[in-house]
């Protein structure tokens, strides 16, 4: 793992320095030193040589090693160790304040700041929805490097999780007051936003509210706003998009009457999406919050049950929309007869043009979609996976794995059903199909159903077909 920052340092092996009567392993010994030396690996595969390659520590640097105290390494180094790990990953970062308390007293405590503080965001992890012993402890996975973690969470009780945001906060429902909170699954903070009570007054559809407040004001999106303090929540049962900041007691209407599924964040920014258009959130000081058209769908979507997902693919904001449309030749005389196929389409969001363009391939990336939610990942961290396809989960009704090749559609039942593993969310989320390890082929520009036997090498088309929209 690389950041803008620098490389950052695996220490997760290294014990407390005062339980161990020895000194660090020479590997563990070499990394610190190259560190402070300035001569540490640039890349990952140079931090692998360096792990697998012989010790050339000679004894005097071994002994000296033994008798060195390294809970008293100095705010210096110890600060360049923990400034270079949170760069990369918080989780890293808090490895190391576990360490011993001389490296916690010269590093910032997570705890000690906002929920909402940039730095200390669970960025790339998602929470595992799954069936656990232990309600308390859930697993994390980080759909950036394949990490996966164990986290005791007992801040879960009695809450639904609604939604995950892209920053990785959890958002909480609270089954009994409707309190919503937001939490950081790895440094345990807790930030509470106003009850979803609070906007049963600015209800459009006044008196027809459920009898249960969790199925109308159950959170479907969330993320953070421009001015990374205001949190955007989208309340899709009752199409209203609100904000408001932790500690507030009342939500702030921003719009509604209108269905903006999906929304995400993205570059600092609160997106959401009509039939039509890509708004953004625009917060700006002594005016209103309202919604501006980022983008115009093009072309405009059409069809029997349309539907969008956005999602970050390696810095792109992608549109991801599906389509049930009438195979050609077909009349549906709406009495069941009439055949129908499902259309996949993938677009790139181009901000500066204000419109999106179709893109035929992912950039490498594979796609996990389930009914809400979808998230892009790298076959370079999870080998099991191919590069351009689309992976349904088990809560959407197209179950499988979904390749891009040419032009026509053709579909097939699942021949298994879906894995157990799913993604973040105790109600939403995402899963693999079994067939995933299968590695179906990839041909360029269409998206096809569930997964086929590997053709011939003949028929195979390369990937040299494929371009970027």
């Not at 008798?67 to 160790?81: K, Q």
């Not at 900041?245 to 993205?266: C, H, M, N, R």
């Not at 181009?350 to 979808?374: E, K, Q």
């Amino acid at each position: 793992m690389r950041s803008d920052q620098g490389p950052a340092i695996f220490l997760s092996f290294i014990p407390h320095p005062r339980r161990r009567k020895r000194a660090p392993s020479t590997t563990a010994s070499r990394i610190l030193l190259l560190l402070l030396s300035g001569a540490f690996p640039r890349s990952q595969q140079a931090l692998r040589s360096l792990r697998r390659s012989k010790p050339y520590l000679n004894p005097t640097t071994a002994a000296a090693l033994c008798r060195m105290d390294w809970s008293n390494l100095g705010e210096g180094p110890a600060g360049m160790i923990a400034e270079r790990l949170l760069a990369d990953d918080v989780t890293d970062y808090v490895r190391f304040r576990a360490v011993c308390r001389p490296w916690r007293q010269c590093t910032a405590d997570p705890r000690a700041h906002g929920i909402l503080d940039r730095r200390f965001l669970p960025r790339r992890w998602i929470m595992l929805r799954e069936e656990a012993a232990d309600p308390d402890r859930r697993r994390l996975l980080n759909v950036s490097t394949g990490q996966c973690v164990r986290a005791y969470l007992p801040e879960l009780r009695g809450h639904d999780v609604c939604a995950p945001t892209v920053e990785g906060l959890l958002v909480l429902l609270n089954r009994t007051t409707y309190a919503v909170r937001l939490l950081n699954p790895l440094t345990r903070q807790v930030a509470d936003l106003p009850p979803a009570t609070t906007l049963y007054s600015l209800y459009w559809r006044a008196g027809m509210y459920d009898a249960d407040p969790r199925l109308d004001f159950k959170v479907s999106a969330a993320g953070l706003a421009d001015d990374a303090v205001t949190v955007a929540v989208l309340f899709e049962e009752v199409q209203t998009l609100a904000i408001a900041k932790p500690g507030d007691k009342q939500w702030t209407l921003v719009e509604q009457g209108i269905s903006f599924s999906p929304a995400i964040s993205f570059g600092g920014r609160f997106y959401c999406t009509t039939d039509s258009d890509i708004n953004m959130l625009d917060i700006r000081d002594n005016q209103p919050p309202r919604l501006v058209v980022a983008a115009k769908i093009s072309p405009h979507l059409s069809g029997i049950a349309s539907a969008m997902h956005l999602l970050d693919n390696d810095g792109e904001l992608l549109l991801f929309s599906h389509t049930m449309k009438l195979r050609a030749g077909e009349v549906d005389n709406f009495n069941g007869e009439g055949r129908y196929f499902m259309q996949y389409n993938v677009s790139r969001v181009d901000f500066d043009a204000r419109n999106t363009r179709t893109v035929c391939d992912l950039g490498g990336h594979a796609v996990f979609i389930g009914s809400t939610r979808a998230i892009s990942v790298s076959p370079l961290a999870f080998p099991a996976i191919t590069n351009d396809s689309v992976y349904i989960g088990k809560d959407h009704p197209m179950i499988g794995v979904h390749r891009k090749v040419n032009e026509s559609i053709s579909t097939g039942a699942p021949d298994s059903g879906p894995d157990s593993i799913s993604g973040a969310g105790s109600e939403n989320g995402i899963a693999p199909a079994r067939s995933i390890r299968r590695r179906p082929i990839l041909e360029p520009n269409r998206i096809v159903g569930n997964p086929v036997p590997a053709p011939s090498p003949r028929a195979r088309i390369g990937r040299a077909g494929a371009s970027r929209g």
